[in-house]
């Protein structure tokens, strides 16, 4: 089969389809016509997306001795983000349209001075639109009970510094690491999951002296590109590198990484040299001393933080994108349209399942169950038994299984399989004793 090429706007109308067919994301709420911003991962997609936070937490968690996880809460002390900034700091400048009422960024308009959308001059006079989603806790909603959802993942970690550094007998340099939610009041939430009021983040706060922390900066550029490259199969022409034209007061070096969404290029993530700034506000609003005592100089000073701070849920967007395709094969009759075969070319660590078990008949269902049971506890399975074998392995193909494990009428017999590899279509007979050994070094590389 060839690959068939596609337009990049019509690629992501395909993607958003599938999603949707295929039970990877849907709209939340749908049923009372969607709440814009809010997104759900159905059964495919909460797999494909705990396989990724899965795989950034063994990339920079489990396989490092210098890194440990943290899981926070969502809401903080609301002086948390008066001294982060957030609450006197963090938002848009926008306008209105009074004709249409169409609401826009004044960063983004074309002419800040005309609707993009109707073409009308009566535009409100710009003003700051805070991104901080607000909250109450307690019984009384007044002022002195508002909180806020948190609005970046990283916060937290500043918070917890020293007691995690105790707690776990850290010295510098080290890094604290979290996978969790985030919120901001977007005013206009678009491209999909690209950008949402809800979304995931995946941050790691590396803790170092200032003296050899941009050495530190450019080994973790180096740690995160090979991530893309080498764990999610990402190209060079699909990724590159983004430097901030202006940098925060506080910060030495600040990049991104993008990837080349049918949209145009967009962020993945921000390697961001922060200083002192984190550690020094916490300490001055809490009261509370921040510093960190070098145990070999007795030097006392506030610790540089060198950050990744990656959006899981664009980089999952970012991969059903790369991972896309369209296989064509001629017809041989006349007249008659050519078969496409829609597939996703997941890498097999993270697809969201990994081994699809097929019986080749309804009678050989009990058998495949039984070849299903002894491998379901090391790779996300899932037995096929609806429709036709050709139907089924399209099936597979859409959802992006790299291998499917055929139960035919002689596995009685030979004690075998048929393992259809997802992108090759090659079809191999795998005796059942050896399947997890084959599986192992197919999905792991073992």
Same mark, same amino acid.
């Given at each position: ?17 599938? $999603? &949707?067919? /295929?039970?990877? !994301?849907? *709209? ?7 709440? +814009? ?62 004709? $249409? &009422?169409? /609401?826009?960024? !004044?960063? *983004? ?7 993009? +959308? ?65 919120? /901001? ?262």
């Amino acid at each position: 089969m060839d690959v068939q090429e596609t337009s990049d706007m019509n690629l992501m109308e395909k993607v958003v389809s599938l $999603c &949707k067919r /295929r039970g990877f !994301v849907f *709209q939340s709420s749908e049923i009372y016509g969607g709440f +814009n911003g809010f997104w759900d991962y159905g059964p495919y997609g909460s797999m494909l997306k705990k396989a990724v936070e899965q795989l950034w937490w063994n990339e920079m968690v489990e396989t490092r001795n210098n890194v440990v996880g943290l899981d926070s809460t969502i809401i903080c002390h609301p002086r948390t983000w008066k001294a982060s900034g957030h609450v006197d700091r963090f938002g848009d400048i926008m306008c209105d349209c009074k004709k $249409c &009422k169409t /609401r826009f960024r !004044v960063d *983004q308009m074309e002419d800040p001075t005309t609707c993009s +959308n109707c073409g009308s001059k009566d535009l409100t006079p710009p003003r700051e639109f805070n991104l901080m989603m607000k909250t109450y806790v307690g019984p009384v909603f007044d002022e002195e009970h508002i909180a806020y959802l948190r609005a970046e993942s990283c916060q937290p970690i500043f918070l917890d510094f020293n007691l995690i550094r105790i707690a776990t007998r850290q010295q510098l340099p080290f890094g604290i690491a979290q996978v969790g939610k985030a919120f /901001r009041n977007e005013i206009t939430p678009r491209m999909f999951t690209f950008r949402s009021r809800e979304f995931t983040q995946m941050e790691m706060e590396f803790f170092c002296e200032d003296e050899g922390s941009l050495d530190w900066f450019e080994y973790w550029k180096e740690q995160r590109w090979k991530y893309y490259t080498e764990k999610l199969g990402f190209t060079e022409d699909e990724i590159q590198w983004a430097p901030h034209d202006k940098l925060a007061h506080y910060a030495k070096a600040a990049v991104d990484i993008e990837f080349k969404f049918p949209f145009g290029w967009g962020e993945l993530e921000g390697i961001h040299h922060r200083g002192t700034w984190d550690l020094q506000q916490h300490q001055e609003f809490s009261g509370q001393n921040m510093e960190y005592l070098d145990p070999v100089t007795g030097k006392r000073f506030l610790p540089t933080v060198v950050e990744t701070s990656v959006g899981c849920d664009r980089t999952i967007l970012a991969i059903l994108c790369h991972a896309y395709a369209e296989d064509k094969a001629p017809t041989q009759k006349e007249g008659m349209e050519d078969d496409i075969r829609i597939v996703l070319r997941f890498p097999p660590r993270i697809a969201p399942i990994q081994v699809g078990v097929l019986p080749l008949s309804k009678k050989l269902n009990d058998k495949a169950a039984e070849v299903q049971k002894k491998i379901q506890q090391f790779y996300r399975t899932e037995l096929d038994v609806t429709g036709n074998i050709g139907k089924r392995y399209r099936r597979q193909d859409e959802i992006g299984t790299p291998f499917c494990v055929t139960v035919d009428f002689d596995t009685e017999n030979d004690g075998a399989v048929t393992i259809r590899d997802r992108d090759t279509m090659a079809q191999e007979r795998v005796a059942i004793d050896q399947l997890k050994q084959y599986l192992d070094n197919k999905i792991y590389g073992w």
